[in-house]
């Protein structure tokens, strides 16, 4: 209780500041300064204002508490009340800081749920602003694209309409020149004319003299002729009817004059056709082996080669991948039984991107199956016009009189065997396309028809029914690359260089290293570019200082061939970079 008490005695010192009189006179004080300070100031001395009566009262219970028996108890109680309602403001301050730990935890949930609804709207609000920047681009490229295609027509109609003043100019001016030229020749005409006549007039009766001396000349030469005529007939039939033997011989004699002369016609026009036909070559033909009576004269070292040569493998020198080089080892089998067994050939069809060994499969194959071969490239016959028809005749003619058989090769097969529905081809390439259709309606056994073609889907539809096998001839991979450019190497510089031929050495290194790396630049190269490195190395090492080729010479070399392929197909249309696309596809990496 003592403690109580002191601790609320200064409490009362510092609320009532002085007895009851000193708070009356301050209160009368106050009273009397009331007009002196403002109303805020009255406010805050009113909220210092106590009451000390409950003070009072309270001091007086403490002191009767102290004097009881229970005030120890009493003590302790108030000493667990207040420990309690520590606890409970403890517990209820914790209470309190939990709510505010919730409140700030659901805050910052609210605040990232915010946040995300606010990026997703940014999102949507850029994904919007980016459809529509990119519409206003489509419309705008649209606007450019239609522009320029305003200003081509309108160029182009500018164009025509100039090409049309000139082209009415200049027939205006040939009009006027051949009609200034028909009025001079007129009236050169008529100023002859009128010359003459009075030429006439005035050597009327010396003309009418010299006519009439000439008639009479004529008449006269003319009786005499027929007088001396007559007698000479009349005395020759008389002496030949007299005489029947000279009747027979004259009769003999003119019919064996007329049967010599049709015979001698005859045998001239077959000796003729025989001599085209066997040893004449066709026009359209460019390159044949078969045996050929100038040739043979003009290269006699040439064509005895030519015949003591054995038949080869089809794919000797020849460098495809595997899946292909099995299909035509098995095309090659089958055309040289078919030979042996005189049976009747296959028409095959070799497509695919140029460059890729069409040709030189197709030498190797007549070769390889003794037979001979003739080249011709559809390019040709276009331009003999009406003419195409009959050449193509003499082809097959001279195909016909094969003794071994013949591998007709078309080159570039296309060019006229184009679709008959196309507006492009004329009526003498239809002509000459129908010539062709009907000269392979059926199989044959003297030759054999090997077509090749970049672009097969222009064939027309009863050319493809013609065709019984149909080979695609695909872009070299990477080991076919490799292969090549070994081959190459070592036929045109590692030959040439232990052959020890003038101005021509080799650097030591690693040639097969090499190949490979070139093998990866070559990526989407074809085969005879690939075989055209070997003349850019040899020309490398013919303008070199030293006469030697090095390790960074050949790969010079092959960095700008893959450099001016990739120009070469830049180049390219849109529609055949596609086409390009499609023939090569996966073969290409």
């Given at each position: 209780?003592?403690?109580?008490l002191?601790?609320?005695?200064?409490?009362?010192?510092?609320?009532?500041?002085?007895?009851?009189?000193?708070?009356?006179?301050?209160?009368?004080?106050?009273?009397?300064?009331?007009?002196?300070?403002?109303?805020?100031?009255?406010?805050?001395?009113?909220?210092?204002?106590?009451?000390?009566?409950?003070?009072?009262?309270?001091?007086?219970?403490?002191?009767?508490?102290?004097?009881?028996?229970?005030?120890?108890?009493?003590?302790?109680?108030?000493?667990?009340?207040?420990?309690?309602?520590?606890?409970?403001?403890?517990?209820?301050?914790?209470?309190?800081?939990?709510?505010?730990?919730?409140?700030k935890?659901?805050?910052?949930?609210?605040?990232?749920?915010?946040?995300?609804?606010?990026?997703?709207?940014?999102?949507?609000?850029?994904?919007?602003?980016?459809?529509?920047?990119?519409?206003?681009?489509?419309?705008?490229?649209?606007?450019?694209?239609?522009?320029?295609?305003r200003?081509?027509?309108?160029?182009?109609?500018?164009?025509e309409?100039?090409?049309?003043?000139?082209?009415?100019?200049?027939?205006?001016?040939?009009?006027?020149?051949?009609?200034?030229?028909?009025?001079?020749?007129?009236?050169?005409?008529?100023?002859?004319?009128?010359?003459?006549?009075?030429?006439?007039?005035?050597?009327?009766?010396?003309?009418?003299?010299?006519?009439?001396?000439?008639?009479?000349?004529?008449?006269?030469?003319?009786?005499?002729?027929?007088?001396?005529?007559?007698?000479?007939?009349?005395?020759?039939?008389?002496?030949?009817?007299?005489?029947?033997?000279?009747?027979?011989?004259?009769?003999?004699?003119?019919?064996?004059?007329?049967?010599?002369?049709?015979?001698?016609?005859?045998?001239?026009?077959?000796?003729?056709?025989?001599?085209?036909?066997?040893?004449?070559?066709?026009?359209?033909?460019?390159?044949?082996?078969?045996?050929?009576?100038?040739?043979?004269?003009?290269?006699?070292?040439?064509?005895?080669?030519?015949?003591r040569?054995?038949?080869?493998?089809?794919?000797?020198?020849?460098?495809?991948?595997?899946?292909?080089?099995?299909?035509?080892?098995?095309?090659?089998?089958?055309?040289?039984?078919?030979?042996?067994?005189?049976?009747?050939y296959?028409?095959?069809?070799?497509?695919?991107?140029?460059?890729t060994?069409?040709?030189?499969?197709?030498?190797?194959?007549?070769?390889?199956?003794?037979?001979d071969?003739?080249?011709?490239?559809?390019?040709?016959v276009?331009?003999?016009?009406?003419?195409?028809?009959t050449?193509?005749?003499?082809?097959?003619?001279?195909?016909?009189?094969?003794?071994?058989?013949?591998?007709?090769?078309?080159?570039?097969?296309?060019?006229?065997?184009?679709?008959?529905?196309?507006?492009?081809?004329?009526?003498?390439?239809?002509?000459?396309?129908?010539?062709?259709?009907?000269?392979?309606?059926?199989?044959?056994?003297?030759?054999?028809?090997?077509?090749?073609?970049?672009?097969p889907?222009?064939?027309?539809?009863?050319?493809?029914?013609?065709?019984?096998?149909?080979?695609?001839?695909?872009?070299?991979?990477?080991?076919?690359?490799?292969?090549?450019?070994?081959?190459?190497?070592?036929?045109y510089?590692?030959?040439?260089?232990?052959?020890?031929?003038?101005?021509?050495?080799?650097?030591?290194?690693?040639?097969?290293?090499?190949?490979?790396?070139?093998?990866?630049?070559?990526?989407?190269?074809?085969?005879?570019?690939?075989?055209?490195?070997?003349?850019?190395?040899?020309?490398?090492?013919?303008?070199?200082?030293?006469?030697?080729?090095?390790?960074?010479?050949?790969?010079?070399?092959?960095?700008?061939?893959?450099?001016?392929?990739?120009?070469?197909?830049?180049?390219?249309?849109?529609?055949?970079?596609?086409?390009?696309?499609?023939?090569?596809?996966?073969?290409?990496?």
């Open positions: 209780m003592s403690w109580l002191g601790r609320n005695r200064p409490q009362q010192d510092v609320f009532t500041g002085g007895s009851d009189d000193d708070a009356d006179k301050k209160t009368a004080g106050e009273k009397g300064g009331d007009t002196q300070l403002s109303k805020a100031e009255r406010k805050a001395m009113e909220a210092y204002r106590f009451d000390s009566s409950a003070l009072e009262r309270a001091a007086e219970a403490a002191k009767t508490l102290e004097k009881s028996r229970h005030a120890r108890e009493a003590l302790e109680i108030s000493k667990l009340q207040e420990v309690t309602r520590q606890q409970e403001y403890q517990t209820k301050v914790k209470e309190y800081e939990a709510h505010i730990e919730q409140a935890v659901e805050q910052k949930r609210i605040d990232h749920e915010e946040r995300r609804k606010t990026l997703i709207e940014e999102t949507k609000q850029q994904q919007q602003r980016a459809q529509y920047q990119d519409q206003l681009a489509r419309k705008r490229y649209d606007d450019q694209l239609t522009q320029q295609q200003v081509q027509e309108e160029n182009l109609r500018k164009q309409e100039s090409v049309a003043r000139q082209e009415a100019m200049r027939r205006q001016t040939i009009e006027h020149e051949i009609e200034m030229k028909e009025k001079n020749r007129l009236k050169l005409l008529e100023h002859e004319m009128r010359a003459k006549a009075k030429i006439d007039r005035e050597n009327r009766d010396i003309n009418l003299e010299q006519i009439r001396l000439k008639a009479q000349e004529h008449r006269t030469t003319v009786l005499e002729g027929i007088k001396t005529a007559g007698t000479v007939i009349g005395a020759g039939f008389e002496a030949m009817l007299t005489d029947w033997d000279k009747v027979l011989t004259a009769a003999g004699g003119l019919s064996l004059l007329a049967l010599g002369v049709y015979s001698a016609k005859g045998a001239t026009g077959v000796a003729s056709r025989y001599i085209e036909a066997r040893i004449g070559k066709p026009n359209l033909v460019g390159e044949t082996s078969r045996f050929a009576f100038l040739d043979a004269i003009k290269h006699p070292i040439h064509y005895i080669k030519k015949l040569s054995k038949p080869q493998d089809a794919l000797q020198g020849v460098v495809l991948n595997p899946k292909l080089e099995e299909r035509l080892r098995d095309v090659a089998i089958a055309t040289k039984n078919t030979r042996l067994n005189k049976g009747l296959r028409n095959v069809l070799m497509h695919g991107p140029p460059g060994g069409k040709t030189m499969f197709a030498k190797k194959l007549a070769e390889h199956s003794g037979m071969y003739a080249i011709m490239t559809g390019g040709d276009a331009p003999m016009g009406k003419d195409g028809v050449a193509i005749h003499k082809v097959f003619d001279w195909s016909q009189t094969s003794r071994r058989g013949l591998l007709l090769f078309v080159d570039e097969a296309d060019a006229f065997l184009r679709k008959r529905s196309s507006e492009k081809i004329s009526e003498d390439l239809r002509a000459a396309l129908n010539a062709f259709l009907y000269r392979t309606s059926e199989q044959n056994a003297k030759f054999m028809l090997v077509l090749a073609s970049n672009t889907e222009q064939f027309d539809y009863a050319i493809n029914d013609r065709l019984d096998e149909m080979v695609e001839f695909t872009l070299p991979g990477l080991e076919e690359r490799e292969r090549l450019l070994r081959l190459y190497f070592d036929k510089v590692l030959q040439p260089a232990a052959e020890g031929a003038k101005r021509f050495k080799l650097e030591q290194f690693d040639y097969g290293s090499v190949c490979s790396k070139m093998a990866d630049i070559c990526n989407g190269m074809s085969g005879r570019e690939i075989s055209k490195l070997g003349v850019a190395w040899q020309a490398a090492v013919y303008a070199s200082e030293n006469g030697v080729l090095t390790e960074k010479m050949v790969l010079d070399r092959c960095l700008a061939a893959a450099e001016q392929h990739k120009q070469k197909m830049a180049w390219l249309s849109e529609q055949e970079r596609s086409d390009h696309k499609s023939i090569t596809g996966a073969q290409t990496k």
